[in-house]
């Protein structure tokens, strides 16, 4: 009977343990590229809707780098924190939903990057072949002007609940909700 009570103590001192580390170890904010939107908008409707237009060629090494690897990895990439370029705005979502109030028609988080034509970069993500027929010119113009400017939506928070630290925050509750089911169970249980 003694060691069903250490045991069934046991199991439920650590599902408090367990329950702890969450609180103790937050899921830190994430930086999210996402190449995933689409434009047939050229220079002057991007400026019109607040888009900053940045040239590949004028992003340092560490955006070139984000932008690309965005690219080949269909269309979303996340760094930590640190691992950021420096001429992108990172917002949360509060900051750009309130800058989306107070100029509705800007879009907040959101840069053009200007592909140069000799650039050996993956292709765009735009879908430029919806909605035309692939013999005129306005084809031919919408086509350009998808691989010319390529949007790219920044921002900063939370990864997604199916990412790494989610999962392993759920497993740890998970693991504390069983193993305080068991204790409850050891020491509520006679012995026969």
């Known amino acids: 009977m003694k060691n069903r009570n250490k ?99 800007h879009r907040p988080g959101v840069v053009a990057i200007e592909r140069p034509d000799d650039a050996t970069l993956p292709p765009a993500d735009e879908p430029f072949n919806r909605g035309s027929n692939k013999n005129d010119e306005e084809y031919e113009q919408r086509r350009e002007q998808a691989q010319r400017y390529d949007l790219m939506e920044i921002s900063k928070g939370p990864p997604p609940l199916g990412s790494t630290p989610q999962l392993l925050r759920l497993g740890v509750a998970l693991l504390a909700v069983v193993s305080f089911g068991i204790g409850g169970y050891v020491l509520s249980s006679k012995s026969t």
């Not at 760094?79 to 800058?99: C, H, I, K, N, W």
């Open 7 to 105: 045991l069934g103590t046991a199991f439920v001192v650590l599902a408090i343990v367990l329950f702890t580390v969450p609180a103790l170890f937050p899921v830190q904010a994430m930086l999210t590229h996402d190449t995933t939107d689409s434009t047939f908008d050229g220079q002057d409707q991007l400026e019109a809707q607040g888009v900053e237009i940045i040239n590949y060629d004028n992003l340092s090494e560490r955006g070139q780098e984000l932008y690309v690897q965005a690219l080949e990895n269909g269309g979303e990439y996340r760094v930590s924190t640190e691992q950021g370029a420096p001429e992108f705005d990172y917002m949360t979502s509060g900051e750009r939903a309130q800058l989306q109030r107070e100029n509705p028609e």
